[in-house]
């Protein structure tokens, strides 16, 4: 059974930095297309960023960013370490949530929108506040 772990929440200040990782296990997760998806209290989840797999090679790898995470979070893949990462920068008190990786499917890329697939991680807590 394909199983994602994800790690690295905490809490953070405004304007500061923290870098999530999702790791598998029992699986090659450079095989698999993987998003980031968060939820805060009260609120529906929202895609946050997804990554292609490296099946057609790691040079051709694409990416999809929500609006409110563009130029701030990036999505990158360590197939050496089985992990996809979302580094994320310049963290306003609205990025507080639960964030979770997830497969996505393929047709994520030509729609632009980070669609899940069905198998998730535990999820980890970000918390942004002075």
């Known amino acids: 059974q394909v199983q994602l772990v994800e790690s690295g929440g905490g809490l953070v200040q405004p304007g500061g930095s923290l870098r999530l990782s999702c790791a598998a296990s029992?699986?090659?997760?450079?095989?698999?297309?993987i998003g980031w998806f968060r939820q805060a209290p009260g609120k529906e989840r929202e895609e946050v960023s997804c990554i292609t797999s490296s099946l057609l090679g790691v040079n051709d790898l694409d990416t999809v960013y929500a609006d409110s995470v563009k130029g701030r979070f990036t999505i990158s893949r360590d197939n050496a370490k089985n992990t996809v990462s979302l580094q994320m920068n310049n963290l306003k008190p609205e990025d507080a949530a639960v964030y979770y990786c997830a497969t996505v499917h393929g047709s994520s890329f030509w729609k632009r929108v980070c669609l899940p697939a069905g198998t998730w991680g535990q999820g980890t807590q970000v918390t942004v506040s002075s």
């Open positions: 029992d699986f090659t997760l450079a095989n698999y297309a």
